[in-house]
Protein backbone atom coordinates (compact mmCIF):
# COMPACT_ATOMS: atom_id res chain seq x y z
CA UNK A 1 0.00 0.00 0.00
CA UNK A 2 0.93 3.41 -0.94
CA UNK A 3 1.75 5.61 2.03
CA UNK A 4 -0.84 8.62 3.09
CA UNK A 5 -1.03 11.31 0.39
CA UNK A 6 -4.35 13.20 1.06
CA UNK A 7 -3.82 16.57 1.01
CA UNK A 8 -5.27 18.75 4.07
CA UNK A 9 -8.16 20.36 2.14
CA UNK A 10 -9.38 17.14 0.59
CA UNK A 11 -10.48 16.32 4.00
CA UNK A 12 -11.46 19.96 5.31
CA UNK A 13 -13.17 20.57 2.37
CA UNK A 14 -15.76 23.70 2.14
CA UNK A 15 -19.28 23.09 0.58
CA UNK A 16 -22.77 22.81 1.18
CA UNK A 17 -24.65 20.13 2.97
CA UNK A 18 -25.96 17.80 3.89
CA UNK A 19 -24.04 14.94 2.93
CA UNK A 20 -20.87 15.53 0.92
CA UNK A 21 -21.00 12.02 -0.34
CA UNK A 22 -24.52 13.36 -1.37
CA UNK A 23 -23.33 16.47 -2.38
CA UNK A 24 -20.35 17.44 -2.39
CA UNK A 25 -18.82 14.43 -4.53
CA UNK A 26 -22.20 14.71 -7.10
CA UNK A 27 -21.38 18.35 -7.84
CA UNK A 28 -18.13 17.59 -8.81
CA UNK A 29 -19.35 15.04 -11.15
CA UNK A 30 -21.77 17.38 -12.90
CA UNK A 31 -19.18 19.86 -13.34
CA UNK A 32 -16.58 17.23 -14.95
CA UNK A 33 -19.24 15.66 -16.87
CA UNK A 34 -20.34 19.17 -18.50
CA UNK A 35 -16.15 20.29 -18.70
CA UNK A 36 -15.53 16.80 -20.45
CA UNK A 37 -18.65 17.04 -23.25
CA UNK A 38 -17.50 20.57 -23.53
CA UNK A 39 -13.78 18.85 -24.64
CA UNK A 40 -15.14 16.80 -27.17
CA UNK A 41 -14.49 17.23 -31.02
CA UNK A 42 -17.26 19.88 -32.82
CA UNK A 43 -18.59 17.35 -34.39
CA UNK A 44 -19.17 14.81 -31.77
CA UNK A 45 -20.33 17.62 -29.01
CA UNK A 46 -23.05 19.13 -31.72
CA UNK A 47 -24.33 15.55 -32.44
CA UNK A 48 -25.74 15.17 -28.18
CA UNK A 49 -29.65 15.81 -27.98
CA UNK A 50 -29.83 14.73 -24.29
CA UNK A 51 -28.43 13.25 -21.40
CA UNK A 52 -28.92 10.36 -18.98
CA UNK A 53 -27.71 10.47 -15.48
CA UNK A 54 -28.45 7.54 -13.23
CA UNK A 55 -27.82 7.19 -9.35
CA UNK A 56 -27.03 3.70 -7.40
CA UNK A 57 -26.84 2.64 -3.96
CA UNK A 58 -26.92 5.22 -1.30
CA UNK A 59 -26.68 7.74 -3.74
CA UNK A 60 -30.55 6.15 -4.81
CA UNK A 61 -31.94 5.43 -1.97
CA UNK A 62 -31.25 8.50 0.05
CA UNK A 63 -30.34 11.13 -3.05
CA UNK A 64 -33.36 12.52 -2.74
CA UNK A 65 -33.57 13.57 0.50
CA UNK A 66 -29.74 14.43 0.88
CA UNK A 67 -30.52 16.74 -2.55
CA UNK A 68 -28.28 14.84 -4.87
CA UNK A 69 -30.40 15.77 -7.82
CA UNK A 70 -29.80 19.62 -7.07
CA UNK A 71 -25.96 19.13 -6.36
CA UNK A 72 -25.50 17.62 -9.55
CA UNK A 73 -27.45 20.14 -11.48
CA UNK A 74 -25.82 23.03 -9.82
CA UNK A 75 -22.55 21.40 -10.67
CA UNK A 76 -23.99 20.96 -14.04
CA UNK A 77 -24.25 24.98 -14.46
CA UNK A 78 -21.33 25.66 -13.19
CA UNK A 79 -20.86 25.83 -9.49
CA UNK A 80 -18.20 24.07 -7.59
CA UNK A 81 -18.68 23.50 -3.89
CA UNK A 82 -16.53 26.03 -1.90
CA UNK A 83 -18.04 28.72 -4.64
CA UNK A 84 -21.48 27.39 -3.93
CA UNK A 85 -24.21 29.50 -2.44
CA UNK A 86 -27.67 27.92 -0.77
CA UNK A 87 -29.76 30.16 -3.08
CA UNK A 88 -28.25 28.33 -6.31
CA UNK A 89 -28.91 24.87 -4.92
CA UNK A 90 -32.51 25.95 -3.97
CA UNK A 91 -33.58 26.75 -7.59
CA UNK A 92 -33.74 23.16 -8.60
CA UNK A 93 -35.55 22.17 -5.74
CA UNK A 94 -38.79 21.85 -8.23
CA UNK A 95 -38.07 18.26 -9.91
CA UNK A 96 -39.97 19.66 -13.02
CA UNK A 97 -38.15 23.00 -13.75
CA UNK A 98 -36.41 23.06 -17.16
CA UNK A 99 -32.85 24.34 -17.28
CA UNK A 100 -31.27 25.23 -20.30
CA UNK A 101 -27.46 23.91 -20.43
CA UNK A 102 -25.33 25.49 -22.58
CA UNK A 103 -22.84 22.79 -24.37
CA UNK A 104 -20.57 25.67 -26.29
CA UNK A 105 -23.16 26.21 -29.08
CA UNK A 106 -25.15 23.35 -28.05
CA UNK A 107 -28.11 23.90 -25.48
CA UNK A 108 -29.87 21.14 -24.28
CA UNK A 109 -32.59 21.29 -22.12
CA UNK A 110 -32.27 19.38 -18.44
CA UNK A 111 -34.65 18.73 -15.28
CA UNK A 112 -33.97 17.91 -12.07
CA UNK A 113 -36.39 14.98 -11.97
CA UNK A 114 -34.26 13.54 -15.12
CA UNK A 115 -32.00 12.13 -12.90
CA UNK A 116 -32.81 8.01 -12.77
CA UNK A 117 -32.64 6.79 -9.26
CA UNK A 118 -31.55 3.27 -10.42
CA UNK A 119 -30.57 0.05 -8.40
CA UNK A 120 -29.79 0.23 -4.74
CA UNK A 121 -28.11 -2.80 -4.79
CA UNK A 122 -25.72 -3.08 -7.53
CA UNK A 123 -22.58 -4.57 -8.38
CA UNK A 124 -20.22 -2.08 -9.27
CA UNK A 125 -17.02 -0.99 -7.22
CA UNK A 126 -18.73 1.82 -5.15
CA UNK A 127 -21.84 2.24 -3.86
CA UNK A 128 -22.67 5.32 -4.10
CA UNK A 129 -22.36 5.14 -8.25
CA UNK A 130 -23.30 7.80 -10.87
CA UNK A 131 -23.02 7.14 -14.96
CA UNK A 132 -23.30 9.81 -16.61
CA UNK A 133 -23.95 9.90 -20.43
CA UNK A 134 -24.55 12.22 -23.14
CA UNK A 135 -26.36 10.50 -26.31
CA UNK A 136 -27.79 11.19 -29.94
CA UNK A 137 -31.09 8.86 -29.73
CA UNK A 138 -29.73 5.42 -28.36
CA UNK A 139 -25.94 6.56 -29.29
CA UNK A 140 -23.61 7.13 -26.49
CA UNK A 141 -21.44 9.74 -27.36
CA UNK A 142 -19.80 9.82 -24.14
CA UNK A 143 -19.91 8.36 -20.69
CA UNK A 144 -18.49 8.26 -17.06
CA UNK A 145 -18.81 6.06 -14.75
CA UNK A 146 -18.18 8.18 -11.31
CA UNK A 147 -17.72 6.90 -7.20
CA UNK A 148 -18.59 9.20 -4.53
CA UNK A 149 -16.21 7.79 -1.86
CA UNK A 150 -17.13 10.10 1.01
CA UNK A 151 -16.00 13.21 2.38
CA UNK A 152 -16.64 14.73 -1.09
CA UNK A 153 -14.23 12.55 -2.62
CA UNK A 154 -14.75 11.79 -6.33
CA UNK A 155 -13.01 8.86 -8.18
CA UNK A 156 -14.02 7.41 -11.66
CA UNK A 157 -13.71 4.34 -13.72
CA UNK A 158 -10.04 4.19 -14.77
CA UNK A 159 -9.32 6.90 -11.75
CA UNK A 160 -5.47 7.20 -10.73
CA UNK A 161 -3.69 8.69 -8.44
CA UNK A 162 -3.29 12.88 -9.10
CA UNK A 163 0.49 13.14 -9.79
CA UNK A 164 1.84 15.27 -6.88
CA UNK A 165 5.01 15.33 -5.12
CA UNK A 166 5.79 12.81 -2.61
CA UNK A 167 5.41 13.44 0.72
CA UNK A 168 8.80 14.23 2.55
CA UNK A 169 7.59 12.12 5.50
CA UNK A 170 6.24 9.02 3.81
CA UNK A 171 3.95 7.02 6.45
CA UNK A 172 1.05 4.37 6.40
CA UNK A 173 0.71 3.94 10.20
CA UNK A 174 0.31 6.21 13.28
CA UNK A 175 3.61 3.93 14.51
CA UNK A 176 5.49 5.17 11.21
CA UNK A 177 4.16 8.52 11.98
CA UNK A 178 5.57 8.47 15.72
CA UNK A 179 9.19 7.20 14.20
CA UNK A 180 9.84 9.91 12.06
CA UNK A 181 8.36 12.38 15.05
CA UNK A 182 11.56 10.95 17.05
CA UNK A 183 13.88 10.29 14.45
CA UNK A 184 13.55 14.35 12.84
CA UNK A 185 12.74 15.42 16.82
CA UNK A 186 9.86 17.40 15.63
CA UNK A 187 6.22 17.93 16.62
CA UNK A 188 3.08 16.76 14.76
CA UNK A 189 1.85 19.44 13.27
CA UNK A 190 5.10 20.35 11.74
CA UNK A 191 5.12 16.75 10.12
CA UNK A 192 1.83 17.71 8.35
CA UNK A 193 2.52 20.62 7.63
CA UNK A 194 6.16 19.62 5.95
CA UNK A 195 3.94 16.46 4.00
CA UNK A 196 1.48 19.05 2.64
CA UNK A 197 4.22 21.42 1.53
CA UNK A 198 6.46 18.67 -0.59
CA UNK A 199 3.14 17.30 -1.74
CA UNK A 200 1.18 20.11 -3.03
CA UNK A 201 3.74 22.96 -3.70
CA UNK A 202 1.98 25.44 -1.03
CA UNK A 203 3.96 27.63 1.18
CA UNK A 204 3.61 27.54 5.00
CA UNK A 205 1.67 31.06 4.14
CA UNK A 206 -0.71 29.81 1.67
CA UNK A 207 -1.25 26.30 4.00
CA UNK A 208 -1.92 28.50 6.83
CA UNK A 209 -4.24 31.19 4.64
CA UNK A 210 -6.52 28.42 3.48
CA UNK A 211 -6.61 26.78 6.68
CA UNK A 212 -7.96 30.20 8.48
CA UNK A 213 -10.53 30.27 5.83
CA UNK A 214 -11.65 26.52 7.17
CA UNK A 215 -11.51 28.11 10.79
CA UNK A 216 -13.55 31.09 9.35
CA UNK A 217 -16.35 28.82 7.66
CA UNK A 218 -16.47 26.16 11.11
CA UNK A 219 -17.22 29.36 13.17
CA UNK A 220 -19.66 30.78 10.65
CA UNK A 221 -21.85 27.38 10.42
CA UNK A 222 -21.74 27.62 14.72
CA UNK A 223 -22.28 31.24 14.65
CA UNK A 224 -25.47 31.15 11.99
CA UNK A 225 -26.89 27.70 13.84
CA UNK A 226 -26.66 28.88 17.55
CA UNK A 227 -28.89 32.19 16.14
CA UNK A 228 -31.51 30.24 13.68
CA UNK A 229 -34.54 28.90 14.82
CA UNK A 230 -37.22 26.97 13.28
CA UNK A 231 -38.16 24.05 11.11
CA UNK A 232 -35.41 22.26 9.27
CA UNK A 233 -36.48 21.17 5.15
CA UNK A 234 -37.47 18.22 4.71
CA UNK A 235 -40.60 16.32 5.31
CA UNK A 236 -39.44 15.35 9.36
CA UNK A 237 -40.31 19.00 10.89
CA UNK A 238 -37.74 18.73 13.08
CA UNK A 239 -37.52 21.78 15.06
CA UNK A 240 -33.52 23.34 15.14
CA UNK A 241 -32.72 23.10 18.50
CA UNK A 242 -28.84 24.54 18.71
CA UNK A 243 -30.61 28.36 19.72
CA UNK A 244 -32.67 26.33 22.80
CA UNK A 245 -29.53 24.59 24.16
CA UNK A 246 -27.42 28.05 23.31
CA UNK A 247 -29.66 29.85 25.77
CA UNK A 248 -29.21 27.90 28.47
CA UNK A 249 -25.66 27.38 28.46
CA UNK A 250 -25.18 30.86 28.71
CA UNK A 251 -27.86 31.23 31.80
CA UNK A 252 -25.71 29.24 33.29
CA UNK A 253 -22.52 31.18 32.06
CA UNK A 254 -21.12 28.02 30.17
CA UNK A 255 -20.05 26.36 33.36
CA UNK A 256 -20.46 23.71 34.99
CA UNK A 257 -23.34 22.71 33.05
CA UNK A 258 -23.60 25.13 31.06
CA UNK A 259 -20.34 23.87 29.87
CA UNK A 260 -21.38 20.51 28.70
CA UNK A 261 -24.86 22.48 27.12
CA UNK A 262 -22.62 25.01 24.87
CA UNK A 263 -20.27 21.75 23.58
CA UNK A 264 -24.20 20.71 22.57
CA UNK A 265 -25.19 23.72 21.39
CA UNK A 266 -22.58 24.41 18.93
CA UNK A 267 -21.84 20.91 17.97
CA UNK A 268 -25.96 20.58 17.09
CA UNK A 269 -25.89 24.40 15.35
CA UNK A 270 -23.30 23.40 12.65
CA UNK A 271 -25.10 20.04 12.30
CA UNK A 272 -28.48 21.75 11.70
CA UNK A 273 -26.72 24.22 9.71
CA UNK A 274 -25.58 20.97 7.11
CA UNK A 275 -29.04 20.03 7.30
CA UNK A 276 -29.98 23.33 5.65
CA UNK A 277 -27.81 22.64 2.55
CA UNK A 278 -25.98 25.64 4.14
CA UNK A 279 -22.06 25.67 3.67
CA UNK A 280 -19.74 23.71 6.39
CA UNK A 281 -16.56 22.21 6.55
CA UNK A 282 -16.31 18.31 5.42
CA UNK A 283 -14.60 17.19 8.74
CA UNK A 284 -14.14 14.79 7.55
CA UNK A 285 -17.64 14.66 5.83
CA UNK A 286 -20.52 17.15 6.09
CA UNK A 287 -22.39 14.30 8.26
CA UNK A 288 -20.35 14.89 10.93
CA UNK A 289 -19.65 18.48 10.22
CA UNK A 290 -20.65 19.68 13.58
CA UNK A 291 -18.11 17.82 16.11
CA UNK A 292 -14.57 19.41 15.26
CA UNK A 293 -16.35 23.18 15.28
CA UNK A 294 -18.01 22.33 18.74
CA UNK A 295 -14.52 21.89 20.14
CA UNK A 296 -12.88 24.81 18.20
CA UNK A 297 -15.77 27.26 18.87
CA UNK A 298 -15.73 26.40 22.86
CA UNK A 299 -11.69 26.46 22.42
CA UNK A 300 -11.57 30.26 20.80
CA UNK A 301 -14.56 31.90 22.77
CA UNK A 302 -14.51 29.94 26.10
CA UNK A 303 -11.28 28.90 26.77
CA UNK A 304 -8.81 31.72 25.37
CA UNK A 305 -7.27 29.44 22.51
CA UNK A 306 -4.97 31.42 20.27
CA UNK A 307 -4.93 30.95 16.21
CA UNK A 308 -1.63 29.12 15.68
CA UNK A 309 -2.96 26.53 18.66
CA UNK A 310 -6.47 26.16 16.23
CA UNK A 311 -4.29 25.43 13.38
CA UNK A 312 -2.32 23.39 15.26
CA UNK A 313 -4.71 21.26 16.95
CA UNK A 314 -6.43 21.02 13.21
CA UNK A 315 -2.89 19.72 11.38
CA UNK A 316 -3.27 16.95 14.33
CA UNK A 317 -6.59 16.67 13.58
CA UNK A 318 -6.03 15.61 10.12
CA UNK A 319 -3.33 13.20 10.65
CA UNK A 320 -6.03 11.24 12.28
CA UNK A 321 -8.75 11.97 9.73
CA UNK A 322 -5.65 10.58 6.89
CA UNK A 323 -5.08 7.45 9.30
CA UNK A 324 -8.60 6.34 8.95
CA UNK A 325 -9.22 7.26 5.38
CA UNK A 326 -6.42 5.57 4.47
CA UNK A 327 -6.31 2.58 6.46
CA UNK A 328 -10.11 2.25 7.10
CA UNK A 329 -12.90 4.45 5.51
CA UNK A 330 -14.48 7.85 6.07
CA UNK A 331 -17.98 6.92 4.11
CA UNK A 332 -21.28 6.09 6.06
CA UNK A 333 -21.70 3.79 2.80
CA UNK A 334 -18.51 1.67 3.03
CA UNK A 335 -18.48 1.58 6.97
CA UNK A 336 -21.28 3.06 8.79
CA UNK A 337 -21.12 6.47 10.84
CA UNK A 338 -18.25 4.62 12.64
CA UNK A 339 -16.40 5.97 9.63
CA UNK A 340 -18.58 9.39 10.12
CA UNK A 341 -18.87 10.43 13.26
CA UNK A 342 -16.80 8.00 14.84
CA UNK A 343 -13.27 9.68 12.90
CA UNK A 344 -14.77 13.26 13.32
CA UNK A 345 -15.19 12.53 17.08
CA UNK A 346 -11.85 10.75 17.10
CA UNK A 347 -10.61 13.77 15.09
CA UNK A 348 -12.07 16.19 17.62
CA UNK A 349 -10.50 14.61 20.51
CA UNK A 350 -6.65 15.31 19.24
CA UNK A 351 -7.45 18.66 18.03
CA UNK A 352 -8.29 18.87 21.50
CA UNK A 353 -5.38 17.78 23.03
CA UNK A 354 -2.48 18.92 20.95
CA UNK A 355 -4.21 22.98 20.69
CA UNK A 356 -4.14 22.36 24.76
CA UNK A 357 -0.30 21.65 24.18
CA UNK A 358 0.08 18.20 24.75
CA UNK A 359 2.19 16.16 22.28
CA UNK A 360 1.53 13.13 20.37
CA UNK A 361 0.91 10.22 22.53
CA UNK A 362 -1.64 12.16 24.24
CA UNK A 363 -3.02 13.02 21.34
CA UNK A 364 -3.23 9.28 19.61
CA UNK A 365 -4.67 8.32 23.12
CA UNK A 366 -7.40 11.06 22.93
CA UNK A 367 -8.02 9.73 18.96
CA UNK A 368 -8.21 5.85 20.23
CA UNK A 369 -10.60 6.35 23.05
CA UNK A 370 -12.81 8.37 21.09
CA UNK A 371 -12.93 5.98 17.80
CA UNK A 372 -12.76 2.94 19.94
CA UNK A 373 -16.27 3.79 21.68
CA UNK A 374 -17.84 4.37 18.26
CA UNK A 375 -17.25 0.89 16.72
CA UNK A 376 -19.72 -0.75 15.02
CA UNK A 377 -21.79 2.78 14.77
CA UNK A 378 -24.28 2.21 11.65
CA UNK A 379 -25.75 4.79 9.49
CA UNK A 380 -29.82 4.87 9.15
CA UNK A 381 -30.77 8.37 8.54
CA UNK A 382 -34.49 8.37 8.91
CA UNK A 383 -36.18 9.28 5.73
CA UNK A 384 -32.52 9.48 3.86
CA UNK A 385 -32.08 13.01 5.81
CA UNK A 386 -29.23 13.83 7.50
CA UNK A 387 -30.83 15.08 10.97
CA UNK A 388 -31.87 11.52 12.89
CA UNK A 389 -29.94 10.17 14.00
CA UNK A 390 -27.19 12.69 12.61
CA UNK A 391 -27.73 16.10 14.08
CA UNK A 392 -27.94 14.87 17.91
CA UNK A 393 -25.32 12.34 17.06
CA UNK A 394 -22.74 14.94 16.36
CA UNK A 395 -23.44 16.61 19.56
CA UNK A 396 -22.77 13.31 21.49
CA UNK A 397 -19.46 12.87 19.12
CA UNK A 398 -18.63 16.52 20.48
CA UNK A 399 -19.15 15.49 23.61
CA UNK A 400 -17.20 11.72 23.38
CA UNK A 401 -14.57 13.65 21.68
CA UNK A 402 -14.02 16.04 24.93
CA UNK A 403 -14.08 13.11 27.43
CA UNK A 404 -11.60 11.35 25.33
CA UNK A 405 -9.63 14.03 25.33
CA UNK A 406 -10.12 14.53 29.68
CA UNK A 407 -9.25 10.48 29.91
CA UNK A 408 -6.24 11.03 27.63
CA UNK A 409 -4.86 14.01 29.18
CA UNK A 410 -5.54 12.97 33.13
CA UNK A 411 -4.31 9.31 33.13
CA UNK A 412 -1.04 8.35 32.90
CA UNK A 413 -0.19 6.92 29.20
CA UNK A 414 1.38 4.03 30.15
CA UNK A 415 -2.48 3.04 31.01
CA UNK A 416 -3.28 2.67 27.64
CA UNK A 417 -3.59 -0.86 26.44
CA UNK A 418 -4.60 -0.28 22.50
CA UNK A 419 -2.74 2.35 19.97
CA UNK A 420 -4.93 3.79 17.31
CA UNK A 421 -3.43 1.24 14.22
CA UNK A 422 -5.46 -1.29 15.78
CA UNK A 423 -8.44 0.77 16.83
CA UNK A 424 -8.22 1.89 13.24
CA UNK A 425 -7.93 -1.78 11.95
CA UNK A 426 -10.99 -2.74 13.85
CA UNK A 427 -13.10 -0.27 12.48
CA UNK A 428 -12.17 -1.31 8.95
CA UNK A 429 -13.05 -4.70 9.42
CA UNK A 430 -16.03 -3.80 11.42
CA UNK A 431 -17.25 -2.03 8.86
CA UNK A 432 -16.83 -4.89 6.31
CA UNK A 433 -18.68 -6.84 8.24
CA UNK A 434 -21.80 -4.85 8.91
CA UNK A 435 -25.21 -5.31 6.56
CA UNK A 436 -25.20 -3.14 3.78
CA UNK A 437 -28.75 -2.20 5.29
CA UNK A 438 -26.60 -0.08 8.17
CA UNK A 439 -24.61 1.92 5.18
CA UNK A 440 -26.57 4.72 4.45
CA UNK A 441 -29.02 3.03 2.70
CA UNK A 442 -32.45 4.14 4.81
CA UNK A 443 -33.06 0.11 4.82
CA UNK A 444 -32.47 -0.91 8.13
CA UNK A 445 -32.34 0.84 12.06
CA UNK A 446 -33.94 3.69 12.87
CA UNK A 447 -34.86 4.63 8.97
CA UNK A 448 -37.23 1.59 9.11
CA UNK A 449 -38.58 2.20 12.93
CA UNK A 450 -39.35 5.37 12.77
CA UNK A 451 -40.48 5.30 9.25
CA UNK A 452 -43.68 7.68 9.31
CA UNK A 453 -41.65 10.69 10.49
S1 LIG B 1 -26.04 8.37 10.43
FE1 LIG B 1 -23.90 9.11 10.44
S2 LIG B 1 -22.98 8.32 8.55
FE2 LIG B 1 -25.19 8.18 8.34
S3 LIG B 1 -25.82 10.07 7.28
FE3 LIG B 1 -26.00 10.41 9.49
S4 LIG B 1 -24.05 11.32 10.11
FE4 LIG B 1 -23.71 10.38 8.09
Known sequence: MPPVRTSIFELLKIGPGPSSSHTIGPMRAGYDFMDRIRELPDNIRLKGEDLEIRLFGSLSATGEGHGTPRAIMSGMIGFLPDSCQPDILSQFDDKDAPFELDIHGKVITYHPGDIIMDAVQHDYPHSNTMIFR?????????????????????????????????????????????????????????????????????????????????????????????????????????????????????????????????????????????????????????????????????????MGALQDEIREGLLAACAIGFLCKHNASISGAEVGCQGEVGVASAMAAAFMAYARGYRFQVTENAAEIAIEHHLGLTCDPVGGYVQIPCIERNAMGAVKAYNAYVIASTLDESYQKVDLDKVIQAMAQTGKDMSRNYKETSLAGLAVSVADC
Open 134 to 302: YKAGDEILLERMYFSVGGGFLRWQGWEEPERGEPQFPYKSMAQLKDHLRANEMRLHELILANEMSMTGMTKDEIYTDLDHVIETMERAVELGIQTTGILPGPIGLQRKAPVMYERAKKEYFQGPGFLKAINAYALAASEENASGHCVVTAPTCGAAGVIPALLFMLKRH
